[in-house]
């Protein structure tokens, strides 16, 4: 169905070459996982499947991608629509219309079918991906997970061959998430379709996939059957990690798959228990009483009482907007409590401003490039040195505690995710704030970038650090949280050490936990911790 | 027996929820301005205005397009009072009624025949608040048009030729409120690294980010209209692409000289409807020769039901009913000053179009209904138990 044939990509702005000679064979009605580390290429190789790459974006492309015969060199991306649907990261942004029924059908109306074929294909549509009740929605009113599913049904109108979907559930938390992957999994099996897809979060998808595609720049690119790829990759889901340490062979993928092996790994663990990893709390940092927050009508936040305390890694879980965004929010104050009393550090966060503030607590936004301004890393630095009255060179000597070797004079806006991150949190702890928030960290990470975060927030903990997270990882959560604390629909559900909120949780629970229940382990470094000490 | 041809679609039952074709309403609200047009009758436009905003109240989806009338009104509003601020800069003419006395300010003389404060006269006050009244009403007719059609279902019914007009009209309305979430994420963000957010130099820091999102957005939507397959398909001669342009651009001088005519600027009135006739021949031509080529196709375009007509009805019966009524109760003296004279059969006319309510369906609900809120937030209580 789709072909790479001596396929070379270089984009004009730099002098190296993201994709070289690429030789992939895709056949019809497989599902296949694109995973690479962020920054190898892997969204290249995506707009490369309809010409929007180098169409949009300029470049020298070398060698032939052709799909079902139609071949890029000789078509324009709109020649492709018949044929390739495209699914961005952020739907949003591709959304042209402003209701669901007319986002549906507006590929068809610039195909030029018919009204009554129309017609029909829409109700198909709609029933196929379970968005029938939705249809006179506004776009604007959907939540993440429908807005997902809108967006693959836009495309699929226009009866395409092969679906592409760029990080599909990264924004999602896990039950959206779930929904999208269901919906796409249907396709695959009962229409045939070839479905390329990119993701990071590899625990979500793994187990989906008829087969792999790794792209690396220092590589060769490659397709094979996951589990030959899960075998030696770097990049893999925390399952994989488990069977590895622990020497399981075959190399479970999924879950399901790990659970055979999982007696014999718990009766190895009897007598080891899990690190503990709560400080010992000496003061109340963030203190929260009866607080309410409205958005116009809706109730963002109900009765929201909390005591946080100096050490604790808070991670602050829920469905897409369940608050937790709004929470962090006024803890920072950037929003006025509708009722209720705020004090962190003892402060009103509404009464600090400037310096006392950044003194005080500091956010990471969910894109952390917002807090960025300067034109280049050191001029940044310099800028957050004056800003916080730090000695300079503060702020760059934490950056690059938090990172790994990058020139002082690139763009913040050309680095990759981890190290923008990195960067923002220098930024932010530039300021020496007691109280660190961090909204949705992980999205856009990969394994290696998230393993960097994850050492560099447990540090900040082990100095003191209050961290409160907003975050769908539950990997995240399981790997650096002390506590955990659900909202739901505003209110707090549950407030817990992390290993009984996410143990007991469904939904909420990372795959150890999922391949080892019902003894409680979280993470691979901790079963790791503990076969070592057994040797 | 092969049935005749029909000429409207099976009526609707009102009961049903659907849109109003967006033409009919945007017919309606343009009648309600010819009314506010011929009058400075305060009773009659502010009847108008009240009706306006009835049929909005009732009649207006819940999208977020449908709020437009807020700002209408704003604007309205602040119409009437700089119609009527600009009384004290204009001299005195006529009027007999001394309201109150300002200080005069002395100009120099290359202001000749402007002159600040003096006496301001009730006369000279009344006859400006007409005259905003009258604007004001117009502006509301368009923003009440504006809250009640739905841009995205406008943009269906104009002429294929049109469509890359309405498309971004579309776009630049889906924009703009995005625009103002940006604005907010960098003032934030400001605050955050303990800024100034306030002030001209802030503002000028919010600026380029804001415009750097919007250019990448702008992008990023471009290139996601292509791979659905926008622009296929229309392959155009240039010269036929040319003639289009050069009919279009003469039938809308035609339009324009017409409508000079029409108020009177040519001494014969009947120049100014032949052009207006050829200008308006000329455009439609032009509409319907680039549109041939358009092989787009339409989804459930909206149709001409009976609600349609009837609505535009209503409102045909209060400017029908103005032809027949004095100047005198049209255009009320502002000197001497005195009470508007009524005419209950035109002032009843006028009212005739808020039945434009009871004609029409219903919109249906674009955003959750609360219903759904109440269900999920039950649902986790019962979980929490």
Request: glycine share 6%; charged share 20%; aromatic share 6%.
């Amino acid at each position: 169905m789709i072909k790479f044939e001596n396929v070379t990509f270089k984009y004009s702005d730099t002098n190296f070459a993201i994709l070289e000679n690429v030789n992939l064979t895709i056949p019809a009605g497989e599902l296949v996982l694109v995973v690479g580390k962020t920054g190898s290429g892997k969204s290249t190789l995506l707009g490369l499947l309809n010409g929007l790459v180098p169409n949009f974006t300029g470049g020298d492309l070398t060698g032939d991608v052709s799909v079902d015969g139609r071949s890029i060199r000789e078509f324009p991306p709109r020649d492709f629509a018949d044929l390739v649907g495209v699914v961005r990261q952020d739907p949003r942004a591709s959304f042209v219309t402003d209701l669901v029924e007319d986002e549906l059908a507006y590929g068809m109306e610039q195909l030029g079918i018919a009204p009554s074929t129309m017609r029909r294909r829409v109700e198909e549509v709609l029933d196929l991906l379970g968005l029938a009740e939705l249809r006179n929605r506004s776009l604007a009113t959907l939540s993440g997970g429908q807005r997902q599913r809108v967006a693959i049904a836009s495309v699929l109108t226009t009866n395409p061959k092969v679906l592409v979907l760029d990080e599909p559930t990264s924004a999602l938390d896990p039950t959206a998430a779930e929904e999208v992957l269901a919906a796409i999994q249907r396709l695959v099996h009962d229409l045939g379709l070839t479905v390329v897809l990119a993701e990071h979060r590899l625990e979500r998808v793994v187990q989906y996939a008829d087969r792999v595609i790794v792209v690396d720049r220092e590589a060769e690119v490659y397709a094979d059957r996951p589990a030959q790829v899960f075998a030696s990759s770097l990049l893999a889901p925390p399952v994989v990690e488990l069977g590895r340490t622990a020497g399981w062979s075959p190399l479970p993928l999924t879950v399901r798959d790990a659970r055979k092996f999982a007696d014999e790994l718990r009766t190895r663990l009897e007598k080891s228990k899990p690190r503990i990893r709560v400080n010992v709390p000496t003061k109340t940092l963030v203190s929260v009483e009866n607080l309410n927050f409205n958005y116009g009508n809706l109730r963002a936040l109900r009765h929201i009482d909390l005591d946080i305390s100096d050490g604790e890694i808070v991670a602050l879980m829920g469905r897409n907007g369940s608050g937790k965004s709004t929470l962090l929010s006024l803890l920072v104050g950037l929003l006025e409590p509708t009722s209720g009393k705020i004090l962190v550090n003892g402060k009103n966060p509404l009464t600090l401003k400037g310096k006392s503030l950044i003194e005080s607590v500091g956010l990471v936004p969910q894109e952390p490039t917002d807090l960025l301004i300067a034109d280049s890393v050191i001029n940044e630095c310099i800028s957050s040195d004056s800003d916080s009255d730090a000695v300079p060179g503060t702020t760059f000597s934490i950056f690059e505690q938090l990172t790994t070797d990058v020139s002082e004079n690139a763009h913040p806006r050309d680095l990759s995710e981890g190290e923008k991150l990195s960067l923002a949190l220098a930024v932010v702890l530039a300021a020496k704030p007691p109280l660190i928030l961090l909204d949705e960290p992980t999205r856009g990470l990969d394994y290696a970038a998230k393993r960097q975060l994850v050492s560099n927030l447990q540090k900040l903990g082990k100095k003191n650090h209050t961290i409160i997270l907003a975050t769908h990882d539950v990997e995240l959560a399981a790997e650096v949280a002390t506590r955990v604390i659900l909202l739901a629909d505003g209110e707090i559900v549950t407030d817990g050490p992390v290993s009984e909120v996410l143990s007991s949780s469904p939904m909420f629970s990372p795959q150890v936990s999922k391949v080892m229940s019902p003894a409680n382990w979280l993470t691979v470094s901790d079963v790791a911790f503990a076969l070592e000490d057994l040797r | 027996m092969p049935s005749a041809p029909r000429r409207w679609h099976k009526p609707l039952s009102l009961a049903e929820q659907r849109f109003l074709h967006s033409g009919a309403w945007w017919l309606w609200a343009i009648l309600l301005a010819a009314m506010a047009a011929g009058t400075k009758n305060p009773i009659f436009l502010l009847s108008i205005i009240s009706v306006v905003l009835l049929v909005v109240k009732f009649r207006k989806s819940d999208a977020p397009w449908s709020k437009s009338i807020k700002g209408y009104l704003f604007a309205a509003g602040f119409v009437i009072i700089f119609r009527i601020l600009l009384v004290i800069i204009t001299p005195d003419i006529f009027g007999d009624t001394l309201l109150f006395t300002l200080p005069e300010i002395d100009l120099p003389s290359f202001f000749a025949g402007v002159k600040l404060g003096g006496e301001i006269k009730a006369n000279t006050v009344l006859f400006a608040f007409q005259e905003g009244l009258r604007l004001a009403t117009i502006l509301v007719c368009i923003g009440g048009a504006q809250s009640l059609a739905s841009p995205t279902r406008m943009l269906k019914s104009i002429p294929a030729a049109l469509y890359e007009v309405g498309l971004s009209i579309t776009v630049a309305l889906t924009f703009a409120p995005q625009l103002a979430f940006d604005a907010k994420r960098v003032r934030d963000a400001q605050y955050l690294r303990g800024r100034k957010t306030t002030g001209i130099p802030a503002l000028a820091k919010t600026f380029v980010p804001v415009l750097e999102g919007a250019m990448e957005r702008a992008l990023l939507l471009a290139s996601a209209m292509d791979s659905r397959g926008y622009g296929r398909r229309i392959h155009q001669s240039t010269l036929k692409r040319k003639l289009t342009n050069i009919f279009m651009l003469g039938g809308l001088l035609g339009i324009l000289l017409g409508l000079a005519g029409l108020l009177g600027v040519f001494s014969q009135s009947k120049i100014g409807l032949l052009t207006m006739i050829i200008g308006i021949a000329l455009s439609f031509f032009a509409l319907r020769f680039a549109g041939q080529n358009a092989s787009r196709t339409k989804y459930r375009p909206d149709k001409w039901h009976i609600p349609e007509v009837l609505v535009i009805t209503t409102a045909l019966f209060g400017l029908v009913a103005m032809r027949f009524t004095e100047n005198i109760v049209l255009n009320p003296l502002s000197s001497p000053l005195s009470f508007p004279q009524i005419n209950f059969i035109t002032l009843s006319s006028i009212w005739v179009s808020v039945l434009a309510i009871t004609f029409s369906p219903k919109p249906p609900l674009t955003s959750r209904p609360t219903s759904d809120l109440f269900k999920v937030s039950n649902q986790v209580n019962r979980q929490a138990a």
